[in-house]
């Protein structure tokens, strides 16, 4: 008696109801069990319909059966120009919001000031700085928007998208350079404004009998600072563009935009 016989015998001494697929499944019969309609080899069309509800490849091929259900393609669809595009226009929402507070900060910062009860009379901060301030500030907020449409482009899969895409790239990566040697220029001016608002606290505090030690820095100290600090922090927004780019750059990406609507 085969091992397969053996195995049925097995199962037919536990009364399991499963015994005829099974049965056929391993392609062997007890003596005396083997159904009508059964090869003489001992196969059976249970095992025939077995087969038809399984992957239909596995069959032609002559390869076991699989117990997986049929590839769906639909399930496998590319996924990253969605979440790109979502993260795109989430960054895009941030940037607008920062870049209208960096545009307003130098109409703000003398308001709150003089809120806090600080005299800041004789406290100008340079025309240039000004106005680089607000028009670095308008310039990211036109950023922002275009980075915004871009992703909206990419969620709908429009080749124009990495167009536009690329094109905020490159921008963004110049603008951010160029506003970095600013700010290296920047720093004295912002010194002394640091120095002003120091010399007017210290002076509040004083006025208000407050025992309160304020902390002081010299000028140096403040100049060396900024010089550390404004490398780390100017470079941070190139960290985004650059993964952008790299994404959008890559060769399966641009095969998988040539399906893409115009």
Same mark, same amino acid.
């Given at each position: 008696?085969?091992?397969?016989?053996?195995?049925?015998?097995?199962?037919?001494?536990?009364?399991?109801?499963?015994?005829?697929?099974?049965?056929?499944?391993?392609?062997?019969?007890?003596?005396?069990?083997?159904?009508?309609?059964?090869?003489?080899?001992?196969?059976?069309?249970?095992?025939?319909?077995?087969?038809?509800?399984?992957?239909?490849?596995?069959?032609?091929?002559?390869?076991?059966?699989?117990?997986?259900?049929?590839?769906?393609?639909?399930?496998?669809?590319?996924?990253?120009?969605?979440?790109?595009?979502?993260?795109?226009?989430?960054?895009?929402?941030?940037?607008?919001?920062?870049?209208?507070?960096?545009?307003?900060?130098?109409?703000?910062?003398?308001?709150? +000031?003089? !809120?806090? %009860? =600080?005299?800041?009379?004789?406290?100008?901060?340079?025309?240039?700085? *000004?106005? #680089?301030?607000?028009?670095?500030?308008?310039?990211?907020?036109?950023?922002?928007?275009?980075?915004?449409?871009?992703?909206?482009?990419?969620?709908?899969?429009?080749?124009?998208?990495?167009?536009?895409?690329?094109?905020?790239?490159?921008?963004?990566?110049?603008?951010?350079?160029?506003?970095?040697?600013?700010?290296?220029?920047?720093?004295?001016?912002?010194?002394?404004?640091?120095?002003?608002?120091?010399?007017?606290?210290?002076?509040?505090?004083?006025?208000?009998?407050?025992?309160?030690?304020?902390?002081?820095?010299?000028?140096?100290?403040?100049?060396?600072?900024?010089?550390?600090? +404004?490398? !780390?922090? %100017? =470079?941070?927004?190139?960290?985004?563009?650059?993964?952008?780019?790299? *994404?959008? #750059?890559?060769?399966?990406?641009?095969?998988?935009?040539?399906?893409?609507?115009?």
């Amino acid at each position: 008696m085969s091992v397969e016989e053996e195995r049925c015998h097995v199962f037919q001494g536990l009364r399991f109801d499963s015994e005829p697929l099974l049965c056929a499944f391993v392609g062997r019969w007890p003596p005396g069990s083997r159904p009508q309609g059964a090869t003489p080899d001992g196969s059976a069309p249970d095992r025939r319909r077995y087969h038809s509800g399984m992957n239909t490849n596995d069959a032609q091929d002559g390869s076991a059966p699989s117990i997986l259900p049929p590839d769906d393609l639909e399930a496998k669809a590319v996924r990253w120009p969605t979440v790109l595009g979502v993260l795109s226009m989430v960054y895009a929402g941030f940037a607008f919001l920062a870049n209208g507070c960096g545009a307003a900060s130098p109409f703000m910062t003398p308001y709150f +000031l003089t !809120l806090s %009860g =600080l005299d800041i009379a004789g406290f100008q901060m340079a025309p240039w700085l *000004l106005w #680089t301030t607000v028009g670095s500030g308008g310039i990211g907020m036109i950023m922002a928007i275009v980075l915004f449409a871009g992703g909206v482009s990419l969620l709908r899969r429009r080749r124009s998208a990495l167009k536009v895409l690329k094109a905020w790239v490159a921008i963004t990566v110049v603008l951010t350079i160029v506003g970095l040697g600013l700010g290296f220029m920047a720093i004295e001016p912002n010194v002394q404004m640091q120095m002003e608002i120091q010399k007017a606290t210290q002076k509040l505090v004083k006025e208000r009998g407050g025992g309160m030690a304020v902390p002081t820095q010299t000028a140096e100290e403040m100049r060396s600072q900024s010089k550390m600090m +404004l490398p !780390l922090f %100017g =470079l941070l927004p190139l960290i985004y563009p650059v993964i952008v780019g790299f *994404l959008i #750059t890559s060769r399966t990406r641009l095969e998988d935009a040539e399906a893409w609507e115009d």
